[in-house]
């Protein structure tokens, strides 16, 4: 599932950046990424469990959760606009990094002093992509920060929502404050698409993001926050491969740098949770 999610958010973050680049408002292209993500969820769910995909236990996590999904897009959105694919990529690597921070407050899980130094090391990594103070640095990367934190926080109530309520709920939820929000406002910025590649990229938006989403909570389903959100890391892959041969854009030297960092971080943290997880079910008592 997490790999599923390495594969969707590039590709759609790739189609914001070349929608953006072709001049199509921000809200425009929200409007599209939540009108068929919500059409898609709607359609995959309605028929088997009707009316109960719209009743959910918690609307308040619920609608706080798709509140902050429209943040996360929206600044993730502007950000991309103006920076490589891979730089995103890079920065947006901090939701991870944040997510084992908030995983301690928000959901009560134990980290321990190993890994909040690897998450401290991962933080590092990150102003090596960024270099604030350096000729190198936009502010554009200051959306990407708000999308990351954004998206931390996301990721934290997508957990605490999947105790209470079916996945296919929380599916249909994801996108609703986007859909509301930017269905009230796209008829103020809006510009008709100049070709069938342009129309089809837009109408594919929420298929790819909403597919992301959707593989996401799942994941979160079976595993703790702290582990599956440094998985996050292998977008980078994706994200420099679309960079180059899309947007002819390839990271410095000091990007590569700041990710491996980042991902050397991700991965001593995945392994250190693996590691406690087969310590505590070996101190259970044999039945």
């Known amino acids: 599932m997490c790999a599923a999610t390495i594969i969707l958010f590039p590709l759609m973050n ?10 199509y408002p921000i809200v425009q292209i ?10 898609w969820m709607v359609a995959l769910f309605l028929p088997t469990q009707g009316w109960r995909i719209f ?22 959105v502007i950000g991309v ?17 944040l997510v084992v921070v908030l995983s301690v407050p928000l959901l009560g899980e134990k980290v321990g002093p190993r890994r909040w130094a690897a998450v401290f090391v991962g933080f590092i990594g990150a102003l090596v992509i960024i270099r604030p103070g350096t000729e190198v640095f936009q502010p554009a990367n200051f959306f990407i920060l708000a999308a990351a934190f954004s998206y931390a926080l996301y990721q934290i109530l997508t957990r605490r929502v999947s105790e209470h309520d079916d996945y296919r709920v929380t599916g249909v939820y994801t996108i609703f404050a986007s859909l509301a929000i930017s269905t009230i406002l796209v008829g103020f910025d809006w510009k008709t698409p100049d070709s069938g590649l ?4 837009l109408l594919t938006l929420g298929i790819v993001g909403g597919g992301g989403h959707f ?4 994941a ?5 926050a702290s582990v599956l959100g440094p998985l ?25 740098v700041g990710a491996g960092i980042i991902i050397a971080s991700g991965l001593y943290i995945a392994r250190r949770e693996s590691i406690k997880r087969h310590e505590a079910i070996k101190s259970l008592p044999a039945e």
Not at 81 to 97: D, N, R, W, Y
Request: aromatic share 16%; glycine share 10%.
């Open 14 to 23: 790739a189609a914001v950046k070349y929608l953006g680049g072709e001049g």
């Open 30 to 39: 929200v409007f599209f990424r939540s009108l068929i993500h919500f059409l």
């Open 55 to 76: 009743v959910t236990n918690r609307p308040a996590l619920q609608l706080g959760r798709s509140v902050l999904q429209l943040i996360a897009l929206t600044t993730y």
């Open 81 to 97: 606009m103006h920076i490589p694919l891979t730089t995103a990529a890079g920065v947006g690597f901090t939701a991870p990094l």
């Open 198 to 201: 342009d129309w089809l990229i």
């Open 215 to 218: 593989f996401m909570i799942r």
């Open 220 to 224: 979160y389903q079976y595993g703790e």
């Open 232 to 256: 996050d890391y292998g977008q980078l892959l994706g994200a420099t491969l679309l960079g180059y041969l899309i947007f002819a854009e390839f990271p410095d030297l000091w990007t590569w």
